[in-house]
């Protein structure tokens, strides 16, 4: 995407935010199933919302750490490839928590446990910084002119359609511009009479 002066866009900030929390929660999902599903009957909304299964002193509650860490760090991925923009990764990153927060103290109360604010505080940090290292390697990429050339030339090769290539059409219309200009100057001068009375 190519990025001139700046246009707000609402509908492609919300398309934006929904997407990476959709994402978010899947690859949330998906982690927990993972690490959590051999040792629970069943996974529930509890596990990905519930700040109560957050705990230091537990295996089941370090795997829960543990899938939180990683569902930051492969959201910085999504991020990069949502946002695009190195500058707006921490305003994206602070919406996907805050909505996470949210919905954590919509199911199971206001977060009490030191370890629930640890882990979605470095997530945070994780998701932001490593978003926006990722988007900046990404801006900061060559754009490879000299292949996409050799690619439309290659391309006009083999479709067989017989026409020089650019650089011959560029040297033609300039040599036919040149003599333009040319017989203009020579249809004045007829017009005009003796061409040594015109200067």
């Known amino acids: 995407m190519l990025y001139g002066a700046a246009v707000w866009d609402p509908v492609l900030i919300i398309a934006q935010i929904i997407s990476l929390q959709c994402l978010f929660y ?3 999902g998906l982690f927990h ?3 959590l599903g051999p040792y629970v009957s069943h996974l529930a909304a509890a596990h990905l919302l519930g700040w109560h299964v957050m705990s230091f002193h537990t295996y089941l ?4 750490l543990a899938a939180n860490i990683l569902t930051a760090a492969s959201s910085a991925v999504y991020l990069m490839w949502l946002v695009e923009r190195a500058k707006k990764c921490l305003d994206f990153a602070s919406t996907c928590y805050i909505i996470h927060l949210v919905l954590c103290w919509s ?3 206001f977060p009490a446990s030191l370890e629930w604010w640890v ?3 470095v997530g945070l940090l994780i998701l932001s910084l490593l978003g926006e290292w990722l988007c900046v390697r990404r801006e900061m990429a060559e754009i490879p002119l000299n292949a996409l050339r050799a690619r439309a030339a290659a391309g006009a090769a083999a479709s067989g359609s017989g026409a020089p290539p650019a650089s011959v059409q560029l040297s033609a219309a300039s ?3 040149v003599g333009g200009a040319a017989s203009r100057t020579d249809s ?3 017009l005009l009479g003796d ?3 015109v200067v």
């Open 175 to 177: 040599s036919n511009s």
């Open 188 to 190: 004045k001068a007829r």
């Open 33 to 35: 199933a993972i690490f």
């Open 61 to 64: 509650g370090w795997m829960t």
């Open 107 to 109: 199911y199971s109360g």
């Open 119 to 121: 882990v979605n505080g």
């Open 26 to 28: 899947l690859t949330l």
């Open 195 to 197: 061409s040594k009375e």
